[in-house]
């Protein structure tokens, strides 16, 4: 499950931990215009783990979901 907000500045995703047995905490993802923002509470520290990702490191996350082992550059088309 996950739940979508729209803030001032950012667009906040939620994707909830709701499997049978509960493995990891909700992850939130806040897109900025210039950068996405992960955080996942950790319950041993009872600290939130922040990773900030550039819109290029994005785009290539998304990409790679869908490639096979290897490396890759993605490219711009002309036009």
Known sequence: ???????????????????AERLRGDVTIRLFEDTTVLEQMNPVT???????????????LAAALDLPEG???RTLKDG
């Open 1 to 19: 499950m996950f739940t979508i907000e729209h803030e001032f500045e950012a667009t906040v995703v939620t994707l909830v931990d709701e499997g």
């Open 46 to 60: 009872d600290r939130i783990h922040t990773i900030s990702l550039s819109n290029s490191q994005l785009k290539d």
């Open 71 to 73: 490396t890759y550059r």
